[in-house]
């Protein structure tokens, strides 16, 4: 590619809106445009070092035995509605009715598409298992789009779904995808670290999240020094934690309405209209009820609740997204939920004591009292515990980094086959339902979180495999024929080589090709100068560590290969 024929509208100033450095490098570098919140425009630098990750995302997928397909992005109601997500899902589905009226959705994920072809195409165990995959926009808006790719509400994910007869099966794709991605990640030259994921409210007890470590993560994990253990920071404290001191097990009851009066409390408590409220326990895998889930008119209710909680001193912490039974996202978890681990303040108690009930869909516990039939942790707690406790796996030093969500697998079960009546024939011909797992990436979050973990203050530093182009070579005579002649010969020979090379020809001044150079972190630079031309030597440079050499321009290839 020539400098002089492809758009990269670099910007010298840092843009204001941008708070973290990929979305600021990602701008500067004339790699993407805002169209609105949240939604972006990939443009060709920017989109190269997307298809990069594309690139082996796809290889690995297919490596193991995934087939992709592309799924539409406009999904009928009528799915979501026979899932139970459709009300369920909150105010990050973005629901709208065509001109026939028919209600529809943008995809935020793919469940209901591809259980709808499970159910229609796969009969029998002879046709399974099965893993289908795609690479493909998805639309979830955001409450709080930020930070560029890095949370967007247009993304690119990649999507899988197995496909699975029994258990084993089901665990044997899981562990396939697990490899999968270790590979994907690895091959992106990122620094990365699986992590165990809360399962409590997921359900089952598989759920891993892949999180690249970087400063700016949103998430917080437990990474063990010695071994290769790692949790996310929740998920650490249910293991590490103060366990409920062990009661009688407490009598579970059906309520005809499902936890109306025990709603109403907390809302005459906060001054919340109840339908604006509605209930979803949180809890950690071994039962402690941690929060109360907020949905609907979340402006409003963030108000008066921010107001209660700063009258009482309560700090705040992200909101996060919560999932129920079945790994359903359904809703943020409020500051509300976030204050009943924060403190034991004696208001809070009570608000746990007027909604701490739910431990199972449509039940609740009687005469819970908190302290003697589970104890309040605190979210500091979170932290020294980690700090503090050993590893418990090999009993080594934890320490706490923080991390970006590049990936997260789940066994999901029969949840969805069940919903949708998805099922098969087994080889006894009994009917059974099928056994799903699903397996998201960030496509488009890789690229910014790879800038995240791979930057200096003069720009990007792209790890090889994610570059656009892994070397540019600047023509720093453009008037003098001799040295344009190196450029071009160079450039010819890279691109022979089979090496993507960048040229930069354009009629700029040495520096400005210089600061072009580092903001779009070639890996690779060769400088052609005077100097160079007249010797039969050009400057080699490696952006990562600004080591350089002078070498022949008969041996380039087979060094920045
Ligand atoms: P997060 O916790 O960051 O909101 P998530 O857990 O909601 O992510 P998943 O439903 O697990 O996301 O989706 C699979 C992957 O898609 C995530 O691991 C992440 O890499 C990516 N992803 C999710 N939401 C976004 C977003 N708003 N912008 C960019 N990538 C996203
Ligand atoms: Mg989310
Ligand atoms: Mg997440
Ligand atoms: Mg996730």
Redesign the pocket.
Known sequence: MRYSQILIPTLKEDPAEAEVVSHRLLLRAGSIRKLTA?VYTYLPYGLAAIRRVENIVREEMNRAGAQEVLMPMVQPADLWQESGRYEKYGPELLRFRDRHERESCLG??HEEVITDIARRELHSYRDLPVNLYQIQT?F?D?IR?RFG?????E???K?AYSFDTDDAGAEQSYRKMHEAYTRIFTRCGLEFRCVEADSGAIGGSFSH??MVLAATG??TIAVCTACDWAANLEKAAVKLGPQPAAVDPLPLVKVETPGMKKVETVCEFLGVEPERLVKTMVYLADGVPVAVLLRGDRELEEVKLKNYLRAKDIRMAQD??VFDATGV?VGYLGPVGLSLRLLADQEVMRVANAIVGANEKNFHLQNVNPGRDFQVAEVADFRQICASDPCPSCGGALRLVEG?????I?KLGTAYSEAMNARFQDQQGNDRPLIMGCY???????V?AAIEQNHDANGIIFPVPLAPYPVTILNLGNKDEAITAVAEQLYTQLQEAGIDAFLDDRDERPGSKFKDADLLGFPFRITVGKRYAESGMVELRRRRDGFTEEVEVAGLVELVR
Not at 404 to 408: A, D, K, L, M, Q
Not at 440 to 446: E, L, M, Q, W
């Open positions: 949240g935020p994920t998805k979830r955001e789009p790719l890095m949370r967007g509400r993304f690119i994910m999507d999240e892949f949103e998430d996060q997204e996202p970006i969500e590049v990936g997260h789940f998201g990436i960030g496509v488009s979050r890789v910014a």
